[in-house]
């Protein structure tokens, strides 16, 4: 029985593993295929009031989330912070569509927290 549990539990282990890969590939993916461009002034204002020259900060190349620069092989410097930015994300709605059944996607607000590549390091020693 002892067996069995620890079975189960390193199967969700592996699973939980799998989500949070899928959840840092996700953001990546945003990151670099964003359309809008309305959080640009307040990324450059932000990095540049903590001293990044502005020719240094180019967003979508070397400004991300946390979890965009997990998925790059890099981690957030302890410590460090970043600027908030609000984006919008695709949710679905509690609303259901009338002609299919299916619940609606929405867009909504979300504010979230991006990094310079300045204030990161590469995992197990990796190059910038």
């Avoid at 002034?41 to 965009?68: C, D, Y």
């Amino acid at each position: 029985m002892e067996a069995t549990s620890n079975l189960s539990a390193g199967h969700s282990h592996s699973k939980a593993a799998r989500r949070t890969t899928e959840v840092r590939q996700e953001a990546l993916t945003r990151a670099i295929s964003g359309q809008s461009l309305s959080n640009f002034p307040a990324i450059f204002q932000g990095f540049a009031a903590k001293g990044i020259p502005e020719s240094e900060i180019k967003p979508r190349e070397n400004v991300f989330t946390f979890e965009a620069w997990k998925a790059l092989g890099r981690y957030v410097r302890k410590g460090e912070h970043g600027v908030k930015v609000v984006t919008f994300i695709e949710t679905l709605s509690k609303e259901t569509d009338p002609d299919t059944g299916e619940r609606k996607i929405v867009r909504r607000p979300w504010t979230t927290t991006v990094f310079h590549v300045s204030q990161t390091e590469g995992i197990n020693g990796g190059a910038k």
